[in-house]
């Protein structure tokens, strides 16, 4: 388990308050809560009433008045009518109680995780957050609406049996209280190795479920690398743990819910012996009395035993709660500032500019230091260096998926923090190196960029960047299903509908993160007109790990160490002869090498051989 995942998961104890926001949720039906705190109450209070009843028939029959038994047996026999509308009421709101809720918590933690900047899904696996919005809402509000019953129907009857059995006999009723210090204590010692147990169990949870969701994604992998052994290996380690945590609650439950109930099972053998004395005397209290005394101990050790059970439901659900109100708690790191709005009178962007800005992951590492650029519109600019130098957080920071540790980031002189994030999301279209296709159709996927778009303008922005001539030759055309994450397409075909997606958004902003790394050759020339064609009237960022991609850029800018190393155009940075004559020269003798050990008998072969000579002794 990562840092991250141990801090959002770490709480010192149980505390109430976590179920604050889940309540809220809950409470907001109204109508179903009503009833389900109406029912438990009036369930409380029928039963509160029947040992009464119970004790009139006794005595009066005792005293061979017949006559009078008639009418309290009629209103016994209707309180039982009573008594199966009041739980066929609670029931149903219940049900009604636990489904609203669980729909309203995963809505609400659903539209949460989309106001999130993607630093937050960077450090947080799949797995891990999916949890949240499946097992973790459904464990809380499953036990949620039970425990507002519970805590409605014992405190009603708690207070309405201590009530009556100090109205009628206020000596033994304190008998029969005697055990509740006791109980609190038992309590108290149990709640912390439940909410441990709960918690680990929790944890667990979500780290199996994400070890299954990488299980899925990776599937290829694996088999490739007979990881199979491994892997389950892994994951029974994760069972493993998860089984004694849960069994270890499970044993911590079983007894603790027994041995409150035997504790307030206690109350009625003192009552037994204290009033059995009382009852035979002459001026003791009645036989209808002590039987009803009986029956009120017993009624007491029945809340008392719910009331154990829900805390320990609640105890192991926390962590649960603990998690979803953290989600929601949860404040972007990228937020509208209070006096935010978009650039006085413009449509467009014109010119994003980068003011001595800082950035780093971890504290102590820079990745960028004091870098100073300005990107105009129609302007096409290319990012080339080594690994790890800068260039995608550079097109992170200027897409504002995150925000400059130091100096700032402005469009058209306005510091993006002064923008509306939408007004400016809206300008910006995205083309990754790992083409992200959703579960639908060819053309819902390019309408992904733009909802309201036309069946006709999809189609011209796919044959603008090459994709239409593929896609009218699937089963299906445009109306093809190209499967969950985009598996029925190629890799070059998935990255061509990402290309088209971001075209029919119309940017003012284009960055092209590596979007040709996943085409053949034959494939990123076919695309690379329409490339060039998209990128006009536009700034456009390109990060490209093909050098041959980049040649027409306007401004190449060789990234090293969080620096602008050297920056110019092609020509110009080539008889330079510096940084990037040599990443372009060892890389066009790297692609000659490699055509000439693919035809190593064509014609050309020998040409080709001496022109990866004549490189590498310029290197």
């Not at 044993?251 to 003192?270: C, D, H």
């Not at 009382?278 to 005394?293: K, M, V, Y």
């Not at 990228?334 to 504290?363: G, L, Q």
């Not at 940017?507 to 996943?518: G, R, W, Y």
Request: with cysteine; net charge neutral; charged share 25%.
């Amino acid at each position: 388990m990562s840092e991250v995942e141990r801090i959002d998961d770490a709480r010192a104890r149980f505390s109430l308050r976590v179920w604050r926001p889940i309540v809220a949720r809950a409470l907001a039906n109204r109508g179903a809560v009503a009833g389900l705190v109406g029912g438990g109450v009036a369930i409380a209070l029928i039963e509160t009433a029947l040992p009464l009843f119970v004790r009139a028939i006794i005595d009066e029959a005792g005293k061979g008045e017949s006559a009078r038994l008639a009418p309290v047996l009629a209103l016994y026999a209707a309180l039982f009518l009573f008594f199966a509308a009041g739980v066929w009421l609670f029931i149903d709101s219940a049900g009604r109680v636990a489904t609203r809720t669980a729909d309203r918590l995963r809505r609400d933690a659903f539209a949460k995780l989309q106001t999130l900047e993607p630093a937050y899904f960077d450090v947080r696996p799949t797995g891990w957050l999916v949890s949240r919005l499946t097992s973790d809402c459904s464990k809380v509000s499953n036990i949620l609406p039970w425990c507002m019953l519970d805590l409605a129907w014992c405190t009603a009857i708690l207070a309405g049996v201590t009530i009556t059995m100090f109205v009628i006999d206020a000596r033994l009723a304190l008998w029969a209280l005697a055990v509740v210090p006791v109980m609190a204590v038992v309590c108290a010692v149990f709640q912390r190795f439940l909410m441990r147990a709960g918690r680990e169990a929790r944890r667990l949870s979500s780290a199996m479920t994400a070890s299954y969701a990488e299980m899925l994604l990776g599937a290829r992998t694996t088999k490739t690398l007979a990881r199979e052994e491994a892997n389950l290996g892994e994951f029974q380690k994760l069972s493993t743990e998860m089984n004694m945590w849960s069994l270890r609650g499970a044993v911590l439950s079983s007894v603790y819910v027994p041995l409150m109930a035997t504790l307030a099972a206690g109350a009625g053998a003192i009552i037994l012996w204290r009033g059995a004395g009382d009852a035979l005397s002459a001026e003791g209290i009645t036989l209808g009395t002590l039987i009803a005394f009986m029956q009120y101990a017993a009624l007491f050790a029945q809340p008392v035993q719910e009331l154990a059970q829900r805390f320990a439901d609640i105890l192991s659900a926390s962590s649960a709660a603990e998690r979803i109100a953290s989600l929601l708690a949860t404040e972007p790191a990228i937020a509208d500032r209070p006096d935010s709005a978009p650039p006085a009178r413009r449509a467009h962007i014109d010119a994003v500019s980068f003011e001595a800005v800082d950035f780093w992951y971890r504290e102590g590492v820079p990745v960028l230091e004091g870098f100073s650029f300005t990107a105009r519109r129609g302007q096409t600019v290319a990012l080339v260096g080594s690994t790890g130098g800068g260039k995608t957080t550079i097109v992170s920071l200027a897409t504002r998926f995150y925000e400059p540790r130091a100096g700032r980031i402005a469009a058209d002189g306005v510091d993006l923090r002064d923008i509306p994030l939408a007004w400016f999301t809206e300008r910006i279209g995205i083309v990754p190196q790992v083409a992200h296709l959703f579960a639908g159709t060819v053309r819902e996927n390019i309408r992904y960029g733009r909802l309201d778009a036309t069946d006709a303008e999809v189609e011209r922005a796919a044959a603008r960047v090459k994709a239409h001539g593929f896609i009218v030759g699937l089963e299906k055309g445009y109306d093809t299903e190209v499967g969950e994450g985009g598996e029925r397409l190629s890799t070059g075909q998935r990255q061509l509908v990402a290309l088209a997606r971001a075209v029919l958004r119309d940017p003012d902003i284009l960055v092209m993160d590596e979007a040709t790394s996943s085409i053949d050759t034959a494939t990123e020339r076919l695309v690379q007109e329409g490339v060039e064609e998209v990128l006009k009237g536009r700034i456009s960022f390109v990060v490209a790990h093909r050098l041959s991609t980049i040649r027409r850029a306007d401004v190449i800018l060789v990234i090293e160490k969080g620096r602008i190393a050297e920056q110019g155009a092609h020509d110009e940075l080539i008889a330079r002869r510096g940084r990037y004559w040599e990443l372009y020269t060892n890389q066009f003798a790297a692609e000659r090498e490699r055509e000439v050990l693919r035809f190593p008998d064509a014609p050309e072969a020998a040409t080709v051989a001496g022109l990866v000579g004549e490189d590498d002794g310029r290197d």
